[in-house]
């Protein structure tokens, strides 16, 4: 018997221009999928040229009218977030929906970024970090622009030590993990925070893919070299139970719906409905305790101007 597998209705998006970073592959690419469906320009913010052209001709061919086009962007460089900035820019164009997407995940040894950062917390949560700050007068030129930025269930996992935020003491994979992903569902809240008192018109919003099978489960724990065996047994062994893993157009869905829903609110966080968050459709997610705490979320975010030399305005 077929399985009536869970979807949104979005809502016509012509005439909406969106940025979507990692947009060749996994979830950036299905989000990017769907929004050109639904009329809106995507920009694909991509590190691998050649895999963003083949993403292109993907949604192409199913989506003869897309309107996509790529910018040049690395997340683990400081520099390069800024050109990618610079570049967007000087078009002069309003930018309504920026989608914090892209990420590394788990690689078994510490690695660093370009400019010293650990990669994932550098990667994931610094580097969306600056590309925001950079982004935020398009965002307010929109009126109304919105900005999703992608958690994990793994946000739980996270925990801020303010003396060692960088693994130089100690390196987890999970743990460096989880402190991107909850360092992302901070800023999320903490942004729409500053909008609010600022101003700004932003409607900044959180969502996780719950347990979604993307190539971020091997690529992440095979580099540097690694066979990445413990979890590609783990995935062959459970990939196809229906409660435990969805696939990317299911694992999209809470972070869709934060950015078309006309019901999505701003400062939420969205995760699917299922057993314990993994699957289904998307509901408001349970926020962790350590993403709640206002001190937490204040440091959190002087620390990253800090570190990338990139503020928000007062």
């Known amino acids: 018997?077929?399985?009536?597998?869970?979807?949104?209705?979005?809502?016509?998006?012509?005439?909406?221009?969106?940025?979507?970073?990692?947009?060749?592959?996994?979830?950036?690419?299905?989000?990017?999928?769907?929004?050109?469906?639904?009329?809106?320009?995507?920009?694909?913010?991509?590190?691998?040229?050649?895999?963003?052209?083949?993403?292109?001709?993907?949604?192409?061919?199913?989506?003869?009218?897309?309107?996509?086009?790529m910018l040049p962007l690395d997340l683990s460089s400081l520099g390069n977030i800024s050109t990618f900035a610079a570049m967007f820019t000087a078009e002069g164009r309003a930018l309504d929906l920026l989608i914090n997407n892209a990420g590394v995940m788990m690689p078994p040894k510490r690695g660093t970024t370009e400019d010293g950062f650990e990669l994932q917390f550098g990667s994931n949560y610094l580097g969306h970090f600056a590309l925001t700050a950079h982004l935020l007068p398009q965002l307010r030129a929109a009126g109304s622009a919105r900005v999703v930025s992608l958690s994990s269930i793994l946000a739980r996992a996270g925990r801020f030590d303010w003396?060692?935020?960088?693994?130089?003491?100690?390196?987890?994979?999970?743990?460096?993990?989880?402190?991107?992903?909850?360092?992302?569902?901070?800023?999320?809240?903490?942004?729409q925070r500053r909008s609010d008192a600022a101003g700004w018109g932003i409607r900044s919003l959180a969502a996780h893919p719950g347990s979604t099978l993307t190539n971020l489960?091997?690529?992440?724990?095979?580099?540097?070299?690694?066979?990445?065996?413990?979890?590609?047994?783990?995935?062959?062994?459970?990939?196809?139970?229906?409660?435990?893993?969805?696939?990317?157009?299911q694992g999209i869905l809470p972070a869709l719906y934060a950015a078309t829903s006309m019901d999505a609110v701003g400062g939420a966080y969205y995760g699917p409905g299922g057993f314990a968050e993994l699957t289904g459709p998307p509901k408001p997610a349970a926020v962790p305790k350590r993403a709640l705490s206002a001190a937490d979320a204040a440091r959190l975010w002087t620390v990253s101007e800090e570190l990338t030399g990139v503020s928000f305005p007062g």
């Open 1 to 69: 018997m077929t399985r009536n597998l869970p979807d949104i209705d979005v809502p016509d998006l012509s005439g909406r221009l969106a940025i979507v970073t990692g947009a060749n592959s996994g979830l950036g690419f299905a989000l990017t999928s769907r929004l050109a469906a639904a009329g809106a320009e995507v920009v694909l913010a991509v590190r691998n040229w050649a895999k963003g052209e083949e993403a292109i001709a993907r949604i192409r061919a199913d989506v003869p009218t897309a309107r996509l086009r």
């Open 163 to 191: 003396d060692d935020l960088q693994a130089e003491k100690h390196y987890s994979p999970q743990g460096s993990y989880g402190l991107s992903k909850l360092s992302m569902l901070v800023f999320a809240r903490e942004l």
């Open 217 to 249: 489960q091997v690529t992440g724990p095979q580099s540097g070299g690694t066979s990445g065996g413990a979890m590609t047994a783990y995935l062959k062994l459970t990939s196809g139970i229906p409660w435990l893993w969805q696939q990317a157009p």
